[in-house]
């Protein structure tokens, strides 16, 4: 069987940083089953805390999160790539996360639910040179990756990238996410 692969691509910008970066290393690992979420071009809304809700896990709201939960729940690997967007991930992955939230009240609080375990990695471009905006938004990952029971099993992290396209001028980034996908692989 295939590896099957969930890329969420988290910027509004198409053929932006993040992007290039998630598809370089999507080239390098190869023989995998991959599915592209381009959340941007998704229609969904954001969590609506809904009151009744059921108990198993499943979000009853009918929009484009439902292709998602089933594709991310028979991952293997799920590759999150976004830009820091004052501070944080963008709007766009965090409407994703929030989405988990039937979820993650199964799994921690009505225990009706185990994910299936695999692997997250977090690629994250930003125009600064801020570390603390890295950190904030891999704790956002992080939490959200424990919901759909994926270990956090790497990241690129490139900061100094502002223009569109620009992260091609930045070879180490490029070498690097190269470099994930071969670990990848490997594993
Ligand atoms: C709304 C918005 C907010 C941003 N906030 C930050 C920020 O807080 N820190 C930073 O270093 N860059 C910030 N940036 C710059 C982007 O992170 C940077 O341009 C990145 O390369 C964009 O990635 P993309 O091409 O994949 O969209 C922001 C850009 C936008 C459009």
Do not use: H
């Not at 439902?66 to 594709?71: R, V």
């Not at 976004?82 to 799994?107: H, Y």
């Not at 977090?122 to 424990?146: G, P, T």
Request: glycine content about 6%; hydrophobic content about 40%.
């Amino acid at each position: 069987m295939k590896f099957k692969v969930v890329a969420i691509y988290g910027s509004p910008r198409r053929g932006g940083n993040s992007e290039i970066l998630l598809n370089n290393f999507l080239e390098g690992l190869g023989d995998a089953e991959i599915r592209k979420f381009f959340l941007n071009e998704m229609r969904f809304v954001p969590c609506q805390e809904c009151e009744n809700i059921r108990k198993d896990g499943k979000c009853k709201i009918e929009d484009d999160m439902q292709k998602l939960y089933p594709e991310i729940e028979n991952a293997d690997l799920v590759v999150i790539a976004s830009p820091i967007f004052f501070g944080s991930v963008t709007a766009q992955i965090k409407m994703m996360i929030d989405r988990f939230q039937c979820q993650w009240l199964a799994i921690n609080i009505f225990k009706t639910f185990i994910p299936k375990k695999k692997k997250g990695l977090f690629l994250c471009v930003e125009a600064s040179e801020r570390k603390d905006f890295f950190e904030n938004a891999k704790a956002i990952i992080k939490n959200f990756f424990k919901t759909i029971g994926a270990e956090y099993s790497g990241e690129v992290l490139c900061c100094g990238v502002a223009e569109k396209g620009e992260i091609e001028k930045k070879k180490e980034c490029i070498e690097r996410v190269k470099e994930l996908a071969e670990k990848i692989k490997k594993e």
